[in-house]
């Protein structure tokens, strides 16, 4: 996606920096059932490519699967082609898998179950063609909105339960956003938002949309506090919510923002009411899941590192490195169980001659992370959650696997 030059991220006041080298010692005391503060995957550059650089060829648009397990990426150099979809092992020893697509860039997965990928002409295949046939894998319907600048999610029991399997004779309920595209390539993804639904009858075999609601601008009723035009938007994964960074705002600056859409797909309206500001405008701010009595939390990247914001705090941590001149790349994502995963460069070392940069996917444990339990010391409370274990990442794992029937 092309950069946006407007939103190179400016200062993050009341940010809460992070010390560097504290992974190993927050990794004792956590305890062994506690998954690493941070795990580095290098990509093999014999699978994926080079770049120009001659590093391993990043993706520059990835999104990540509920679990951890899989990561859709666009831009994936000439080896893979446009867009491929990338499997992280069950351990740090594992490597990095690579399967080839029929998508364009900027494909995106419906958010929640990922029941199905969707190309950027609205056809939608369902996920665990890809894996299983690559490029080979048929489209089943096409619906919702497309483009570029698109995203989607799931609307349904899944949000609650986490239940079901994919395929199983069952409607089901999509909203996606989008916004117009712009011929002027420093204001694409800029413009008026908006929203359709879509109901698909699922059969297994075969699916295919029996109702379709929209498109329908939205937002209209904020113009007077946020003028219309809106960049870098992103739905939730339950598709309750999306964030969003109005460009002419009535009062202030530009900022990244979290408003609220009317549940039901089919509302006539959708009234936009606003929930949280960052007071910030770093790249697009993604979506964790939300658990019971809470807000799902953001994670972004900003000028090399990555960020999570807790919205009930309304606190920002940035996610310390275990590395060398790491520099995070693309958008990274939030898992089920709270796990942070984003692609970036790093080195082992120093000394660039005798540590050549690498470059591949972080796994971050933000739980474990200097800023987060510093956090907490400085109130004189324990943290609410100590880390993320290896039973949490394991039973996501096979809840995914199981849904899609994978393997584990």
């Known amino acids: 996606m092309p950069l946006n030059r407007a939103f190179r991220g400016g200062r993050h006041a009341g940010v809460l920096a992070l010390g560097v080298g504290a992974a190993m ?32 060829a990043l993706g520059t648009y990835e999104r990540i699967s509920p679990d951890g397990r899989f990561i859709l990426r666009s831009y994936s150099g000439a080896q893979l082609g446009k867009v491929s979809l990338m499997e992280l092992p069950a351990t740090s020893s594992g490597a990095v898998k690579a399967y080839r697509t029929p998508f364009s860039n900027e494909a995106f997965p419906v958010q929640g179950t990922w029941r199905y990928l969707v190309d950027v002409s609205g056809e939608h295949y369902r996920f665990s063609d890809i894996p299983r046939l690559q490029t080979a894998a048929k489209p089943l319907f096409k619906g919702g909105m497309t483009g570029f600048y698109a995203a989607a999610s799931e609307l349904g029991p899944w949000v609650d339960r986490g239940e079901g399997s994919s395929g199983s004779g069952q409607r089901v309920q999509i909203r996606s956003l989008s916004w117009p595209q712009n011929a002027d390539s420093d204001a694409q993804g800029v413009g008026p938002l908006q929203v359709a639904a879509i109901e698909v009858q699922d059969a297994g075999a075969t699916a295919k949309v029996v109702n379709t609601v929209g498109p329908r601008f939205i937002c209209g009723h904020r113009a007077a506090a946020d003028g219309n ?3 870098l938007p992103m739905l939730s994964v339950d598709g ?15 900022s990244m923002r979290v408003y609220g859409l009317a549940p039901a797909a ?15 405008s770093p790249s697009k701010a993604v979506f964790g899941f939300p658990r019971a009595g809470t807000s799902a939390w953001l994670t972004y990247s900003d000028l090399g590192h990555v960020y999570v914001h807790d919205r009930d705090l309304r606190q920002t941590f940035r996610l310390e490195h275990a590395k060398h001149r790491v520099l995070a790349s693309a958008f990274p994502g939030l898992t089920r169980d709270g796990r942070v995963i984003y692609g970036a460069t790093w080195r082992d070392c120093a000394d660039a001659q005798r540590c050549p940069e690498q470059a591949g996917y972080v796994v971050a444990d933000p739980y474990q992370s200097h800023a987060y339990r510093s956090y907490w010391k400085s109130r004189g409370e324990n943290a609410p959650k100590a880390c993320i274990t290896h039973d949490e990442v394991a039973a996501e794992r096979t809840r995914f696997a199981r849904f899609h029937g994978l393997s584990d």
Request: with cysteine; charged share 15%; aromatic share 4%.
């Open 266 to 280: 089919d509302a006539l309206d959708h009234p936009c009411d606003l929930r949280a500001d960052l007071g910030l």
């Open 240 to 254: 309750a919510e999306f964030s969003a960074i109005p460009q002419a705002p009535r009062a202030g600056q530009p």
């Open 25 to 56: 010692a927050m990794a004792h005391a956590a305890g062994p059932a506690c998954i690493p503060p941070l795990t580095y995957l290098p990509l093999d550059a014999h699978i994926v490519g080079r770049d120009t650089h001659g590093v391993a």
């Open 229 to 231: 035009v809106y960049a």
